[in-house]
């Protein structure tokens, strides 16, 4: 994950919004429309190891995502997931603690059943300057 926060602050093109600790981009191969993943700028593996400082910034970013979500596309639900580590696992040098917002707008049919693989019928570099026009206009 640091290579992959490192590339999408060089090339800007998925990026949704950041701030001095955190990073929300679209993903490279996002499994809905509009899926959005906010990551800590430094390595960090647990979200419990979030210093109390980097709190703000973060629910600045939780809130400028959402925000910008609502105004593409109004009242739209979604899902909210949290990955982190292993509860007594200590600092794991290979995972990054991330959140996930995944819009509820396409359905898991057959294709996606059988393969594992989704149909997502929207480039994530699209989706990522319409989220981020969508309030700036």
Known sequence: FCDIIRQEIEQEERVVCQNDSFIC???????????????????SSGYCNLKD??????????????RRLNCCIPGVPYNFVLHTQPLRSGELKH???????????????GFEWGTGFYINPLPP?????????CLDN
């Open 95 to 109: 995972y990054h603690y991330h959140f996930e917002i995944v819009p509820k707008l396409t359905s898991i049919a």
């Open 125 to 133: 570099e699209e989706a990522a300057q319409f989220l981020r026009e």
């Open 25 to 43: 981009i679209a993903p490279f191969a996002p499994r809905t429309p509009f899926e959005m993943w906010i990551l800590p700028k430094i390595h």
């Open 53 to 66: 400082s980097s709190l703000f910034d973060l629910s600045q970013v939780f809130s400028e995502c959402l």
